[in-house]
């Protein structure tokens, strides 16, 4: 027999509730949002007030025959960290961040944690490669769905970013980082530079994009280029004193009050 109806009729859950609703398209706008607000708690949380973001590929490996790459990735975020230990007080400085992955990303990840420091890993869902590695700190450990919001949290909150060798995906986030910098949409003067210029002038000739009008000279400027962990972390040092530790460096998440509130320290 089927069952009695309940003595006031069927109701239909919440809508906050309703997984039905939440995962269709009427909902999009929610989803997008929610890997707003929930970075954003956890960041704060944390006490969050800045990253250096390593970009790089998750095909790199410990021992395989790019594995300088990940030892390289591996000290600089070790130098890092033990240097960004003397700016904590009430928020964390320039706090290791890569995408979550295995490759360059276990590795930079990897090197804070050495430090004893916190890092983060904005990991995405993909049909391979992509897994979150196991040095990440937990509570700084998040899943993204909109390649679009985990970009945006990378700009948000970078103050330098190192971009180790990699293929289409590192070469996306760079190109984003480099147009947003070039472009003057982001509120702060970040420091970009490529590790590995015997990879990086091989694979993007820059000089030929100038030769040819498709960006100027002065462009050039945008980033640098370092071969080992010590003259990176010198360059990040020097980018990071001079821009970044100001008293009119724009807020961040980390801090519930901001002189610019439009543009706290990353795109607008």
């Known amino acids: 027999m089927p069952n009695p109806t309940p003595p006031h009729g069927n109701r239909r859950p919440v809508a906050y509730l309703n997984e039905q609703f939440l995962n269709s398209p009427d909902a999009r706008a929610i989803r997008i949002l929610s890997e707003f607000l929930e970075p954003l708690a956890h960041f704060r949380r944390e006490k969050i007030r800045d990253t250096v973001v390593f970009f790089g590929s998750a095909r790199l490996r410990e021992d395989g025959p790019l594995a300088e790459y990940y030892e390289g990735a591996r000290t600089l975020a070790k130098l890092l960290t033990e240097w960004a230990e003397q700016f904590t007080n009430s928020t964390y400085r320039f706090v290791v961040c890569s995408g979550g992955g295995p490759g360059i990303m276990e590795a930079a990840n990897r090197g804070a944690s ?60 760079l190109m984003e980082l480099l147009t947003l910098t070039q472009t003057q949409k982001l509120a702060k003067k970040m420091t970009i530079l490529l590790y590995g210029s015997r990879y990086w002038k091989e694979i993007i000739n820059f000089d030929a994009l100038v030769k040819y009008g498709m960006i100027s000279p002065e462009d050039l400027n945008l980033f640098q280029y370092a071969d080992d962990p010590q003259t990176a972390f010198e360059i990040l040092k020097t980018g990071l004193m001079t821009f970044a530790l100001q008293p009119d460096t724009p807020e961040t998440p980390a801090i519930s009050k901001s002189r610019n509130p439009q543009r706290p320290g990353g795109t607008g």
């Open 114 to 173: 050495d430090a004893n420091g916190k890092t983060v890993g904005l990991n995405i869902g993909l049909p391979f490669e992509q897994f979150p590695n196991p040095y990440i700190t937990p509570e700084l450990s998040f899943e993204f769905h909109y390649f679009f919001m985990r970009k945006f949290w990378f700009a948000y909150l970078s103050k330098a970013l190192v971009v180790f060798p990699g293929g289409f995906g590192t070469m996306d986030e």
